[in-house]
């Protein structure tokens, strides 16, 4: 139960991100590329430690690729 409702205030939060005005296109598909990865591991009925490090990893790449200027 505590690990939805933390997973629901990070999606929370990402989708406040992208309701900004400075946000850009690009940094929005990413953005949403990172929720789709926490909707997905939220999804699966039985999480596994291993899981949830892959989907941190994912998340944290996709969130890297949308602010991070070369």
């Keep these: ?4 409702k933390d997973l629901n205030a990070v999606n929370a939060q990402l989708r406040a991100l992208i309701a900004r005005d400075d946000v850009g296109p690009e940094q929005k ?3 949403e590329m ?10 699966k009925p039985h999480i596994t430690q291993a899981d949830v490090y892959s989907c941190v990893r994912r998340v944290a ?3 890297l690729n949308a602010f991070y200027k070369d």
Excluded: G
Aim: charged share 35%.
């Design 1 to 4: 139960m505590n690990q939805s």
């Design 29 to 31: 598909k990413y953005v």
């Design 34 to 43: 990172a929720m789709n990865e926490i909707k997905r591991l939220r999804r």
């Design 61 to 63: 790449e996709n969130l």
